[in-house]
């Protein structure tokens, strides 16, 4: 495709009349995923280099972090139904558009500030850029069989995101600095974009109903506010006059959000009929302790390994591969093990591998060997695999199928508001890493933190998530 800029952009915001063949539209939209996740975790292998590099503190890396994380979370409910409004195929431009832009922000970034607003537009693109892919492979693949082929290989790309960046991160610190991590994207979005502009067909739902805005504002709010407590909490302490009038925020804003939602009925962001569900309730609760505990403790781990064991970035990334690797191996036989015998069990029995697993992490000290470290990293990671698809699949079977859609996306939502908090909790508890032997404590405290709240999930879904999914299996 040739033009100047600006036919570019008109091209790829109006709709074609032609589609690619479907394993093109596949591959595209998997680009998109792929990158949006790969931003979870190939910053947090840079953090001391963006500390050192801008100078900033902890509080600061859990904004640039968490920058991503609030936007993505805030932002996803609301972004699926602009597609189903507006088009997916234009939202997923946008979002491509957005996030790119976002990435070359972040990578010229003068200052803590700047790369956490830049990091924010990010998230903003990830947000736009997650349900819209799902939503144009479902259209691209009519028929059931070929369409859960190609969902298999849109989460496995995913999933292969996840190991990738720490590794990548490493290896780009190391070679380019720190920037390299967020300016790799640019060229990659670029392609993409004018590819998906000349491939994807538009879709629209004519039934679609009107975004939640005030939903989505009093959401966010709640978010942005329980962070920066936590956040400012860990600075400033916890009596500290701008974190209590945080938390009062954050209070308030929860009674008005659930008026405003009570009030919207079937078309609120986050419907009340559906949260009357205690099965769909479960799934979102543990998905949610589930990121609180992974992100917030590898976001703690990553400062441990490089700024405490003296570890180089290329050699951190490559060390916690043991953690995501089994995520991604185990994942899709988990998956099918939902699918025989339901959420329970798998649910469970990753629980109480991962509880293990990060309780092991205890016995890393400052000159602990890497032998201590890998049983904790394979019991974590092969419980997360195991976990995943059966809160995802716990979630979606409670609920009606025409919702299964939403469902998918509240499930998403609650790993991410869970990674958010847990960020700001792990950072707020581990402290500085400066502070040799106050940081390894408070990671001590993390680690055990998270294996606590992994348990006390894992007596919730054993008791409450269904053994069996779906229909001919009897329980729902």
């Not at 979870?40 to 890396?61: E, K, M, Q, R």
């Not at 507006?86 to 558009?97: E, W």
């Amino acid at each position: 495709m040739t033009g100047s800029p600006a036919t570019l952009l008109r091209r790829a915001v109006n709709p074609v009349r032609h589609q690619g063949s479907p394993r093109t539209v596949l591959l595209v939209m998997c680009t998109g995923y792929f990158l949006v996740l790969l931003d979870v975790t190939i910053v947090n292998v840079a953090l001391p280099d963006i500390g050192s590099g801008l100078g900033t503190d902890v509080g600061g890396l859990q904004w640039v972090v968490d920058g991503y994380a609030l936007a993505l979370a805030a932002l996803m409910l609301t972004s699926g139904t602009a597609g189903d409004l507006y088009g997916h195929r234009r939202v997923v431009l946008a979002g491509l558009v957005v996030f790119g832009a976002g990435s070359l922000a972040c990578g010229i970034a003068p200052d803590v500030p700047v790369l956490v607003a830049a990091r924010v537009i990010q998230g903003v693109g990830a947000a736009l850029l997650l349900p819209g892919t799902l939503a144009i492979i479902s259209r691209a693949f009519p028929g059931d069989a070929a369409r859960a082929r190609a969902i298999g290989v849109w989460a496995g790309i995913g999933s292969l995101a996840l190991p990738a960046g720490p590794l990548l991160g490493g290896a780009l610190v190391e070679a380019l600095g720190w920037r390299a991590i967020f300016l790799l994207n640019v060229p990659i979005v670029l392609v993409a974009l004018v590819w998906a502009a000349a491939i994807v067909r538009e879709s629209r739902d004519k039934n679609a109903r009107r975004p939640d805005v005030p939903g989505l504002l009093l959401a966010g709010v709640l978010l942005l506010a329980t962070t920066y407590a936590f956040i400012e909490g860990g600075r400033a302490g916890a009596g500290a006059p701008q974190v209590l009038v945080a938390a009062v925020v954050a209070i308030l804003a929860v009674p008005a959000l659930a008026a405003v939602e009570l009030r919207r009925g079937d078309d609120a962001m986050l419907p009340v009929a559906l949260l009357r569900r205690p099965v769909f309730d479960t799934a979102n609760v543990v998905a949610g302790i589930m990121n609180l505990g992974t992100l917030g403790t590898l976001f703690v781990l990553m400062l441990f390994l490089q700024s405490v064991q003296g570890r180089s970035a290329l050699l951190a990334g490559a060390t916690v591969i043991p953690l995501f690797a089994p995520l991604a191996v185990v994942a899709p036989f988990g998956g099918r093990i939902t699918s025989r015998i339901g959420a329970r069990l798998p649910a469970t029995v990753g629980l109480l591998m991962g509880t293990a697993g990060l309780a092991l992490l205890v016995l890393a000290g400052p000159h602990s060997s890497y032998p201590v470290l890998l049983p904790a990293f394979l019991l974590w990671g092969a419980g997360m695999g195991l976990l995943t698809p059966a809160v995802v699949a716990a979630a979606i079977g409670a609920v009606p199928a025409e919702r299964a859609g939403l469902a998918s996306a509240m499930n998403n939502t609650a790993r991410q508001t869970g990674g958010a908090i847990g960020i700001a909790v792990a950072g707020a508890v581990a402290g500085e890493p400066g502070d040799g032997a106050r940081f390894v404590r408070g990671f001590h405290t993390v680690a055990l933190g998270a294996a606590g709240l992994y348990a006390a999930a894992a007596v919730l879904a054993l008791v409450i998530l269904p053994g069996v999914l779906f229909p001919g299996g009897g329980e729902r």
